[in-house]
């Protein structure tokens, strides 16, 4: 059974301490790997793909990277606004119309 | 560019009757994809509509139904509701039959079932 795993289920940090989140996948055949944030009482918003190992991708204080098991979402020198439930989702190799399946999110709370 | 737009935004239903629950997606997209979200949960894939046929679907009975029109925009239909339907339901477009990289999510529509 395809099966995404995701941890910490929630994490405080002050602000600027960086950290990681992790999400380790069980999958018959990976197509991608996809990051979102999701904010209260909103739908999930994307950040990042990634299809291969070793792949790398960044945008501000969020690094995504990938190996053949797990994916880890690094945030530097996080601020408040970072705060939010980040979602790790995986596509199968199936041509597109499996959707997504989901981890349950990583609660990330960043206090001032 | 208008994004993906849900209504309503909540709703409340009692157990056993029906329920339909309506999407329109970003411009330039003809794909839609309908989740649903428990609380404390990530998302589960209910089913795809790619130029009105249903082309993928999630592990969810048939009382789960959809419809997209000839202009992308979609309905979910839920019928003989349970307690366990509540939930945040959430549509997301993209384009090229869900291949792309991205889903565009709405802010969702949370229905609960007393």
């Known amino acids: 059974e395809d099966q995404v795993t995701q941890s910490p289920e929630a994490l405080r940090l002050q602000e600027g301490e960086s950290s990681s989140l992790n999400c380790s996948y069980t999958v018959s055949g990976l197509r991608g790997l996809f990051w979102y944030r999701q904010d209260p009482g909103k739908g999930p918003e994307f950040l990042f793909t990634?299809?291969?190992a070793g792949e790398e991708k960044e945008k501000e204080r969020l690094k995504a990277t990938l190996t053949k098991k797990e994916s880890f979402l690094h945030i530097t020198a996080p601020k408040p606004e970072d705060s939010a439930t980040y979602l790790c989702?995986?596509?199968?190799?199936?041509?597109?119309?499996?959707?997504?399946?989901f981890g349950k999110g990583t609660h990330l709370i960043i206090q001032p | 560019e208008t994004g993906v737009t849900q209504s309503p935004t909540h709703l409340i239903k009692t157990r056993g009757q029906q329920v339909t629950l309506r999407c329109s997606s970003q411009s330039g997209h003809n794909t839609v994809s309908w989740y649903q979200q428990a609380l404390g949960q990530g998302p589960q894939f209910i089913f795809q509509y790619y130029r009105e046929e249903e082309n993928g679907r999630g592990n969810f009975p048939p009382r789960f139904s959809g419809l997209q029109f000839p202009n992308y925009s979609s309905e979910l239909n839920v019928n003989a509701l349970e307690l366990d339907d509540s939930a945040l339901y959430l549509c997301?477009?993209?384009?090229?039959?869900?291949?792309?990289?991205?889903?565009?999510f709405g802010s969702g529509t949370q229905l609960s079932v007393l």
């Open positions: 997301a477009s993209s384009s090229n039959r869900g291949l792309d990289e991205k889903l565009f």
């Open positions: 990634l299809y291969s």
């Open positions: 989702a995986v596509q199968l190799s199936g041509g597109g119309a499996d959707g997504l399946t």
